[in-house]
């Protein structure tokens, strides 16, 4: 039988439900604690059980309660590469012991570690097994050590004997390395390297996951101890990986030829043999700041998501065919996949893949170690793995959402009543029948009960601040502040003991302040509580594995079929799943588009059940957006220097609230809000006060977002689609609706997300961007008229010695009317700053420049490199208004790119150490150690911590320039012929941090959606609030 329907496409608006989660329910603070307390039990019950029957062997037997020497115990094959009778289990535990607050397990476990492990047995190991847990676990034990010695909570004795145990390994799998590819050898000899049983002949091949597991524990050793050798080696390894890739599918293999980087194995997937190498891609940028990883890691996801993920699966394919399926089932090392995605910033696929997981767990009370794509079981054991917990971990983070808190009790359930025996707990040999083996792998200490411990924990209660680390893919703790060190310069420009009290974590995210205003925006601020954007996604797979289809009708449906509210015409994915549901699209002689379904074109049953209720919800929504078009449209017009009103864009407006059809405009600077959707407490006020908010669709109704937007003090709000195709081109207008209440009495108008990121690029390369809201656009003339008095004002406020007046209030941000309109511009600090920049740049207009400033109080740090010759120099401006100016002028810096970090940090200290009093100071490593802060500050467009920014301002006070003659102070007079070409006018010197920069770093949102920062060659740079780029959120 043939359905047809015709729609007429008016436009397409979303339907927003509210759905009630009556199983799942917010889990108490008191109960969250007993969950803590409890995992803190289990773990102490398997520590115990090591230490008491176990130590110093590398791993229990909790069913023959002793301990597992290599050696001793009949080969499990290589299983066992991962022992090398060197305390593994313990060294594996350390700072899971100071993640969990037991400092004094922690300083004994310590100690012990440093009087029994031993490296220098004749035995063959894993060099990948050996990296990750050993080399791992004596860093992140070094990191914990360095940071409670800091603290003073214990340690007082130690002298960084981990990280020279850590080295001594390091350089006993350096001999793996040698190999014509630079990719290692999957197994050494601790004690003869590569040159006995012939190991270089027997071990050829290694898995890609193997040789690209290396770059953060070998970076972190380089940057620690100042020896650059085994960064160099794991770049060199991952610069091969990846010029090894398949060409056209961006996809990587899962066994290569250490010699010729030949594929052995030439299957795809993110599960055994390449999961850890996606990871270290990504991580490589988190931690180390190089952006290649991050362009890298884009490629390899885009090519996983198109070609892998089946719904919520992630099926293997061939790298050299990817369209074809490499084999018919999943393993469990793929759960690490959805934490990864949330530390990408890809939520919703995330959230599709742990829910397809957890559904298995339900099933069989563990993950398999492999599951086949109908979910039956093909390999039966479970060695306790720790990735499904992460990922759960990492989930709830980003969401809140109590689900995971429940997923996370079932996991503690089942291990105490599935895996928990009297000598602690035991693996699954197969979790069918529930039968033991005599096996507790170091992994489950290191990583299982951390992750579970951190699921329950809440962050002020916790000893180690873990935001301020990065996680290794054996859980082991990284500094982030290891960024700022470069391994290649360190010994020569840098003293190595210099980053030594960084070790406590990166100034960044100073747990003194707040870390909302810290990191960049999540997108899915999600609602604690029962509903949540997390649920919703959710609810469209319940029973996903319980109601597979029978064999016999294998065109099934990977996932949630595309609803009408998704879909977009010009989507072609779009177009080719509603043309498997039977549904064409034809345009009629009007131009009218028209849809027409045919359940016999569908290419099956269920295909055109679903093309059905496609159509269904397709009219519906027709019908609903026939009704809100008739709504008139709105205007954003961007009405400051240099658009002067001759860019508006076309919004839609709102039902509720400030009619901007009657009443006058509204004029304003815009700031973004946070959380960006606006759906629970705006934590930035101060920010909004007297501005235009703007924020992001979606996770709750636009009357609520409306309503914290005015009681955070906005005078009006824009609100941006989250789908990243809509745009005003293809998608009609629609009128945003409210609940009947009448108590919002500010403007809210909608943009699409196309011309939302018109707006927010705008607002990027300049930050002092005003907009107006209006009904209609207001003439060139009025603007130009308007701006220019505003100039004359500005000017003559800057000559002027008072006090500048505070801004005004929201009422007189409403223009009165469009004939005789006057603007009150509240922005006159951009306009004095905009005088210190144009003098920056008299200094050289070349396209091969980089500023760069960040401000503290009344101390204004600027950094200017140019590729031009010239002598570094320091200029210090001591002004009347009790403001100081520092500017480092930097010549000689490399061209064509944006100088790194480290590059700026070198030049700036031998500037303090040869051209001021800087050596004759007491407390120099603090200072230094301080402008380090101040410089992230500066690049990354982050906020300085109370500390640093106090020893800045006592350090501009305390530093003379040797033979300075043009010193801008009350005391000093500027040199007679000399200009005072850098002079800051500073308006609001009790901000706390205002950030501008050219050519900046992007943040790290914009990044993770492969985007530039955009630059205006002629634009002058003036301070203002980050913003978020081009990010797109799944929520409604």
């Given amino acids: 039988m043939t359905y047809k329907w015709t729609v007429k496409l008016v436009g397409l608006t979303m339907v927003i439900l509210v759905y009630e989660d009556s199983v799942v329910q917010s889990m108490s603070d008191s109960q969250k604690r007993e969950m803590k307390e409890s995992v803190e039990e289990m773990f102490n019950h398997a520590y115990g059980s090591y230490m008491k029957y176990a130590f110093p062997a590398d791993e229990l037997m909790p069913l023959s309660c002793k301990g597992r020497y290599r050696g001793t115990e009949p080969s499990r094959g290589d299983v066992d590469d991962s022992l090398g009778n ?35 047995s004749d035995i063959i190991v894993s060099v990948f097994e050996t990296n990750i847990r050993v080399l791992g676990g004596l860093l992140g034990g070094h990191v914990m050590a360095t940071y409670f010695k800091k603290k003073r909570r214990a340690m007082e004795w130690y002298n960084g004997e981990l990280l020279m145990m850590a080295k001594d390994v390091g350089y006993r799998l350096l001999p793996a390395f040698n190999t014509t590819t630079g990719v290692p050898y999957p197994r050494i000899n601790l004690k003869y390297g590569m040159e006995k049983d012939n190991l270089a002949q027997r071990y050829k091949d290694t898995c890609t996951a193997c040789a690209g597991t290396m770059i953060l524990e070998f970076a972190a050793l380089s940057r620690l101890t100042g020896d650059h050798v085994f960064e160099e080696k794991a770049h060199k390894v991952m610069d091969y990986l990846w010029q090894q890739r398949h060409s056209s599918s961006d996809l990587v293999g899962t066994v290569i030829n250490v010699h010729n980087g030949d594929w052995i194995r030439r299957e795809a997937g993110v599960g055994a043999g390449t999961d850890s190498y996606y990871e270290y891609v990504l991580k490589a940028y988190v931690l180390l700041g190089d952006e290649k990883y991050l362009y890298r890691f884009d490629r390899h996801y885009n090519s996983i998501m198109k070609y892998m993920s089946k719904g919520p699966m992630l099926v293997d394919v061939h790298m050299h065919k990817p369209t ?28 599709k893949t742990h829910e397809m997981l957890y ?17 039956k079981v093909h390999w039966a054991q479970h060695p306790l793995r720790p990735e499904f917990v992460e990922s759960t971990y990492f989930l ?61 924990s809440e962050e002020k209660d916790l000893l180690v601040p873990v935001n301020e680390y990065i996680f290794t893919t054996e859980a082991h703790l990284l500094p982030l502040a290891l960024s700022l060190i470069n391994a290649s310069t360190i010994e020569t420009k840098i003293k190595t ?66 609803r009408a509210a998704e879909f977009l015409i010009g989507n072609k994915e779009h177009q080719e799943l509603i043309s498997k549901m ?56 961007f009405v400051s220097n240099p658009f002067l009103g001759s860019l508006s864009l076309k919004a839609g407006p709102a039902q509720f609230g400030y009619n901007l059809k009657v009443n006058p405009p509204i004029l304003g600077q815009i700031a973004i809000v946070q959380p960006y959707d606006a759906c629970q407490t705006i934590q930035n006020p101060e920010d909004l006060e007297g501005k235009i908010g703007v924020l992001e669709r979606g996770s709750c109704m636009f009357m609520d977002k409306a309503r914290r937007l005015q009681t955070a003090g906005a005078i009006g709000g824009i609100v941006i689609d989250s789908n990243k195709e809509s745009t005003v081109e293809s998608s009609l207008l629609f009128a945003m609706s409210g609940d009947g209440q009448s108590d919002v009495t500010i403007p809210l108008v909608f943009l699409f997300f196309k011309e939302g990121q018109h707006l ?25 008229t308007v701006v220019k008095e505003n100039q004359e004002q500005v000017n003559t406020q800057t000559q002027s010695t008072e006090q500048v007046q505070a801004p005004p209030t929201s009422q007189s941000h409403h223009l009165e009317n469009s004939q005789s309109e006057e603007f009150v511009d509240p922005n006159v600090q951009a306009a004095k700053q905009m005088q210190s920049v144009e003098a920056l740049e008299s200094l050289g207009k070349s396209t091969d420049t980089y500023s760069c400033s960040t401000q503290y109080g009344p101390v204004f740090l600027s950094i200017f490199a140019t590729t031009l010759t010239g002598d570094n120099i320091l200029k210090i401006n001591r002004n009347e208004d009790k403001t100081v100016d520092m500017r480092f002028h930097l ?22 150490r040869q051209k001021t009093n800087f050596l004759s100071l007491e407390n120099q490593e603090e200072y230094l150690i301080a402008l380090a802060r101040m410089l992230e500050a500066a690049v990354f467009q982050g906020y300085i911590n109370h500390d640093a920014g106090h020893k800045i301002l006592k350090l501009s006070g305390l530093l003379d320039i040797e033979n300075d003659n043009i010193i801008i102070s009350g005391q000093k007079d500027v040199q007679e012929g000399t200009s005072p070409s850098i002079s800051s006018q500073h308006i609001d010197t009790m901000q706390s941090s205002s950030v501008f920069c050219k050519r900046r770093t992007c943040p790290l949102l914009e990044f993770s959606r492969g985007q530039v920062c955009p630059v205006q060659k002629d634009r002058k740079v003036s301070s203002g609030s980050s913003i978020p780029q081009k990010q797109s959120s799944d929520g409604v």
């Fill in 497 to 562: 003991n210099l980053y030594d009290i960084d070790l406590d974590g990166p100034s960044l995210l100073d747990p003194d302040d707040s870390t909302e205003q810290q990191t960049c925006v999540n997108p899915l601020h999600l609602n604690k509580g029962t509903t949540s954007y997390a649920f919703d996604i959710r609810t469209e797979l319940k029973d996903y594995v319980n109601n597979i289809l029978s064999p016999e009708d294998r065109c099934i449906r990977p996932g949630p079929r595309l």
């Fill in 359 to 375: 559904q298995v767990i339900q099933r069989h009370n563990f993950l398999p170690e492999a599951f086949t794509t109908d979910f």
């Fill in 582 to 637: 039977g549904i064409k699209i034809s345009t009629m002689s009007d131009g009218r588009l028209q849809l027409l379904h045919s359940a016999g074109s569908a290419t099956s049953k269920q295909d055109a059940e679903d093309g059905l209720e496609f159509m269904k919800e397709m009219i519906e929504l027709s019908q609903n957006a026939q009704h809100e078009h008739q709504q008139e449209p709105m205007t954003v017009q």
């Fill in 396 to 456: 709830y983070k980003a969401t809140h959402d109590p689900h995971y808190l429940q997923v996370g009790k079932l996991i503690v359930e089942n291990l105490n009543k599935h895996a928990r025996v009297p000598c602690g707990f035991a693996a699954l040999k197969d979790v069918v029948t529930g039968k033991h083996e005599d096996q507790l792998d170091s992994f489950v200490l290191a990583e299982t009960f951390k992750y579970l411990y951190l699921l329950f």
């Fill in 760 to 784: 927010l690029d705008a607002a990027y390369e300049y930050p002092d961007l005003q907009v107006l809201l209006t009904y209609k656009p207001k003439s060139d003339v009025v603007l130009n």
């Fill in 324 to 351: 074809s399926s490499a084999r018919h089932f999943m393993d469990a090392l793929l759960a690490f996949w959805p934490g990864l995605q949330v530390l990408k910033g890809d939520i919703s696929p995330a959230i």
């Fill in 86 to 120: 060197f305390t593994l289990t313990l060294i594996d535990t350390l700072d899971t012991l100071a993640v969990l607050g037991q400092v004094e397990k922690f300083e004994t476990a310590v100690q012990l570690v440093i009087d029994y492990a031993k490296f220098d």
């Fill in 891 to 912: 010549f000689q810096i490399t061209e064509n790119r944006k100088p790194e970090i480290n590059t700026l940090y070198v030049n700036i200290v031998e500037i303090l």
